[in-house]
């Protein structure tokens, strides 16, 4: 992944565009090694989007926000409306989603439900692009993205949202609550939303293979509880609800979630720490006909994951190392006779960061899984360097990936309504790939009362063979008179390409950034209606940010993203570009406006497939937002006072 540093467009009268450059450089990141590092020292590419991000690309969940951001990233629609992924050519289950570094149980169409993933209490999204089995395992295969939960040390902060968004007559609603008593921090979080089916195509329009957009209801309640029993030890329990609707014609499908951990952190001496901890993960689908649960189609997920790591620096070295169980059970009407299978997973991992010069980072980690349904193993490894040759930054790395074969595909026995048989197979070897990545940075600033700022400029280019990978093939004979098809694993398939990202914050509150893709797919590439691959992507950016006193300020942005024609053979959208025009005001205090015409120029594709664009043309959204941070601005400043007065 490009290291996209987005510099800070919030370019206050005594604050000069390098001072926010340098301030998100030296953000600390954990996603890539694991361990905290600053932005600038990570050997491996990192892309961090911050809280300030969030709120200006004006994003309502991790599907907004990911596609605004980053080229090359779409998501569609798959059979039965379930959302997928296509990430540089490859699919969601190549693409490690977390929360506070946890995954995540349950799968639809072989990506995780990303409606879990609401913004509403993320204080920083953290984006590895590329490979990072031997760091994080499963799944690494192309990319990791982890959502990191915002905490406060305020005494108090309430903050309410409501947002109303025209498509769907969709609302949108929240509150976040931080308490910090002592050695205790509380932060609750609580979202609800509602949403009309949408139509998009005539019901008679026989070649769109969507027709409707289907509405529901989303609730998601989270609690994050810090206890600090010690300078050095301190304890973070956590504990989520989610519940999802979504409204079919003839039935309500029923989306439930339950999970809660519990995590340890001690540091016996500076430069050392000792990580524990525990979680547990269970989703649930369901389906319903006239208000009863009809049962066939239950399925449910659960994970148990215990892990443990330690952290110690020595000179010029820093070591990591760990070890993870998980337990994961998986019912599904998708087997036969609706029963249940399980897989315990082990593995054990170290990596080593050594900085022999003062310009010179490197990274070398390995890992070992094993899993004990399919009784295989899966060793990855990962070398990467950093070289600093002020202003430059020269960072190359190499990274192995695998992802296991899931519960669902060796024991799937599932017939699709008649149309086909899906049958697993315990015999699929792990898929693997190899990632190769290099690229080149710079970051400065320029002079001058008109169009003095600061830059960034990154250009990374990415090399990944992708072998063995799962998929369905014809079955050699019919079942029951029936097609059928068995997941296999096939050749060899390899994904190149460049990332180029620029971004230019002027001093007295303009910015600019652009960001471009280029993707090239050889060797046994399958024709996926669903996500497939586009050569080109872009996304921009053109903003203003000024705050002119206490009480007032104000952000304005017209933002888009260019999508070329898929390449493949497959009935798929057409290229086409979308623009976002975002006012955003803070009127009085902690009372800020938002409000967004998004596609501004009224696009509307004339088929609709399942990798088009969802709108019916020109859409807006306004919202209202207050902040009690700065409601009680003063309040909160003299406790930070007297807070530090005591810790002097």
């Given at each position: 992944?490009?290291?996209?540093?987005?510099?800070?467009?919030?370019?206050?009268?005594?604050?000069?565009a390098?001072?926010c450059?340098?301030?998100?450089?030296?953000?600390?990141?954990?996603?890539?090694?694991?361990?905290p590092?600053?932005?600038?020292?990570?050997?491996?590419?990192?892309?961090?989007?911050?809280?300030a991000?969030?709120?200006?690309?004006?994003?309502?969940d991790?599907?907004?926000?990911?596609t605004?951001?980053?080229?090359?990233?779409?998501?569609?629609?798959?059979?039965?409306?379930?959302?997928?992924?296509?990430?540089?050519?490859?699919?969601?289950?190549?693409v490690?989603?977390?929360?506070?570094?946890?995954r995540?149980?349950?799968?639809?169409?072989?990506?995780?439900?990303y409606?879990?993933l609401?913004l509403?209490n993320?204080?920083?999204?953290?984006?590895?692009?590329?490979?990072?089995s031997?760091v994080?395992?499963?799944?690494?295969?192309?990319?990791?993205?982890?959502?990191?939960?915002?905490?406060?040390?305020?005494?108090?902060?309430?903050?309410?949202?409501?947002?109303?968004?025209?498509?769907?007559?969709?609302?949108?609603?929240g509150?976040d609550?931080?308490?910090?008593?002592?050695?205790?921090?509380s932060?609750?979080?609580?979202?609800?939303?509602?949403?009309?089916?949408?139509?998009?195509a005539d019901?008679?329009?026989?070649?769109?293979m969507?027709h409707?957009?289907?509405?529901?209801?989303?609730?998601?309640?989270?609690?994050r509880?810090?206890?600090?029993a010690?300078?050095?030890?301190?304890?973070?329990?956590?504990?989520?609800?989610?519940?999802?609707?979504?409204?079919?014609?003839?039935?309500?499908?029923?989306?439930?979630?339950?999970?809660?951990?519990?995590?340890?952190?001690?540091?016996?001496?500076?430069?050392?720490?000792?990580?524990?901890?525990?979680?547990?993960?269970?989703?649930d689908?369901?389906?319903?006909?006239?208000?009863?649960r009809?049962?066939?189609?239950?399925?449910?997920n659960?994970?148990?994951?215990?892990?443990?790591?330690?952290?110690?620096?020595r000179?010029?070295?820093?070591?990591?190392a760990?070890?993870?169980?998980?337990?994961?059970?998986?019912?599904s009407?998708?087997?036969?006779?609706?029963s249940?299978?399980?897989?315990?997973?082990f593995?054990?991992?170290?990596?080593?960061?050594?900085?022999?010069l003062?310009?010179?980072?490197?990274?070398?980690?390995?890992?070992?899984?094993?899993?004990?349904?399919?009784?295989?193993?899966?060793?990855?490894?990962?070398?990467a360097?950093?070289?600093?040759?002020?202003?430059?930054?020269?960072?190359a790395?190499?990274?192995g990936?695998?992802?296991?074969?899931?519960?669902?595909e060796?024991?799937?026995?599932?017939?699709?309504?008649?149309?086909?048989?899906?049958?697993?197979?315990?015999?699929?070897?792990?898929?693997?790939?190899?990632?190769?990545?290099?690229?080149?940075?710079?970051?400065?600033?320029?002079?001058?009362?008109?169009?003095?700022?600061?830059?960034?400029?990154?250009?990374?280019?990415f090399?990944?063979?992708?072998d063995?990978?799962?998929?369905?093939?014809e079955?050699?004979?019919?079942?029951?008179?029936?097609?059928?098809?068995?997941?296999?694993?096939?050749?060899?398939?390899?994904?190149t390409g460049?990332?180029?990202?620029?971004?230019y914050?002027?001093?007295?509150?303009?910015?600019?950034?652009?960001?471009y893709?280029?993707?090239?797919?050889?060797?046994?590439?399958?024709?996926?209606?669903f996500?497939?691959?586009?050569p080109?992507?872009?996304?921009?950016r053109?903003d203003?940010?000024?705050?002119?006193?206490?009480?007032?300020?104000?952000?304005?942005?017209?933002?888009?993203?260019?999508?070329?024609?898929?390449?493949?053979?497959?009935?798929?959208?057409?290229?086409?570009?979308?623009?976002?025009?975002?006012?955003q005001?803070?009127?009085w205090?902690?009372?800020?406006?938002?409000?967004?015409?998004?596609?501004?120029?009224?696009?509307?594709?004339e088929?609709?497939?399942w990798?088009?664009?969802?709108?019916?043309?020109?859409?807006?959204?306004?919202?209202?937002?207050?902040?009690?941070?700065?409601?009680?601005?003063?309040?909160?400043?003299?406790?930070k006072?007297?807070?530090?007065g005591?810790n002097?």
């Amino acid at each position: 992944m490009t290291l996209l540093l987005l510099l800070a467009t919030c370019v206050l009268p005594d604050i000069p565009a390098d001072t926010c450059r340098d301030a998100l450089l030296d953000e600390v990141v954990v996603t890539a090694t694991r361990t905290p590092r600053s932005l600038k020292d990570v050997p491996v590419l990192t892309r961090l989007i911050t809280e300030a991000d969030i709120g200006k690309a004006d994003a309502t969940d991790i599907r907004d926000l990911l596609t605004q951001e980053i080229p090359g990233l779409e998501f569609g629609y798959a059979m039965g409306q379930e959302t997928t992924l296509s990430i540089n050519g490859f699919g969601g289950n190549s693409v490690l989603f977390l929360v506070d570094s946890e995954r995540l149980a349950g799968e639809t169409i072989d990506n995780i439900d990303y409606s879990r993933l609401n913004l509403k209490n993320i204080g920083r999204v953290e984006i590895v692009k590329g490979a990072a089995s031997s760091v994080y395992g499963a799944n690494a295969v192309c990319g990791v993205v982890n959502l990191i939960t915002k905490e406060s040390a305020l005494p108090w902060e309430l903050t309410l949202d409501s947002r109303y968004d025209s498509f769907g007559h969709t609302w949108r609603s929240g509150a976040d609550l931080n308490l910090s008593r002592g050695r205790w921090t509380s932060h609750t979080s609580l979202q609800h939303s509602s949403a009309e089916t949408v139509r998009l195509a005539d019901a008679f329009d026989t070649e769109s293979m969507i027709h409707e957009v289907y509405g529901g209801t989303v609730l998601d309640l989270k609690e994050r509880l810090t206890f600090r029993a010690a300078d050095n030890l301190r304890f973070i329990a956590r504990g989520g609800c989610f519940g999802r609707t979504s409204n079919r014609p003839n039935h309500v499908d029923r989306y439930t979630d339950y999970s809660a951990g519990i995590r340890g952190i001690w540091i016996p001496s500076p430069g050392h720490s000792l990580e524990i901890s525990y979680s547990y993960d269970r989703y649930d689908k369901a389906r319903l006909v006239s208000g009863k649960r009809t049962h066939d189609h239950d399925y449910s997920n659960r994970q148990h994951i215990a892990h443990v790591m330690y952290s110690g620096s020595r000179g010029a070295f820093d070591l990591t190392a760990g070890t993870d169980y998980m337990h994961d059970f998986l019912a599904s009407y998708q087997f036969a006779d609706n029963s249940a299978h399980r897989q315990t997973t082990f593995d054990a991992y170290a990596q080593l960061d050594w900085k022999p010069l003062e310009w010179l980072d490197m990274v070398l980690g390995v890992r070992d899984d094993y899993f004990s349904a399919s009784r295989l193993n899966a060793l990855t490894a990962r070398l990467a360097a950093l070289v600093k040759l002020r202003p430059l930054s020269l960072r190359a790395s190499y990274a192995g990936g695998f992802r296991a074969p899931s519960l669902k595909e060796m024991y799937m026995c599932f017939d699709m309504a008649g149309i086909q048989m899906i049958y697993g197979n315990p015999d699929l070897k792990p898929e693997r790939s190899h990632n190769f990545n290099l690229s080149l940075e710079r970051n400065g600033n320029v002079s001058g009362n008109i169009a003095g700022g600061a830059y960034s400029v990154a250009v990374s280019c990415f090399h990944t063979y992708y072998d063995s990978r799962i998929t369905t093939a014809e079955y050699p004979e019919a079942v029951d008179g029936q097609p059928a098809a068995i997941y296999t694993n096939e050749r060899s398939v390899s994904a190149t390409g460049v990332d180029v990202n620029a971004r230019y914050a002027f001093r007295w509150g303009f910015g600019v950034s652009a960001s471009y893709n280029f993707l090239h797919l050889a060797g046994n590439t399958v024709d996926s209606s669903f996500s497939p691959p586009r050569p080109h992507s872009a996304t921009w950016r053109i903003d203003f940010d000024r705050r002119f006193n206490d009480n007032y300020a104000i952000y304005a942005a017209i933002s888009g993203r260019y999508l070329s024609e898929p390449d493949c053979t497959c009935k798929s959208d057409q290229a086409y570009s979308i623009w976002k025009l975002t006012l955003q005001q803070r009127i009085w205090r902690g009372i800020s406006l938002n409000l967004a015409i998004d596609n501004l120029f009224n696009y509307r594709p004339e088929v609709y497939y399942w990798n088009s664009l969802p709108t019916t043309g020109i859409s807006c959204s306004i919202g209202i937002s207050i902040n009690t941070d700065h409601l009680f601005k003063k309040r909160q400043a003299e406790y930070k006072s007297s807070k530090n007065g005591k810790n002097q």
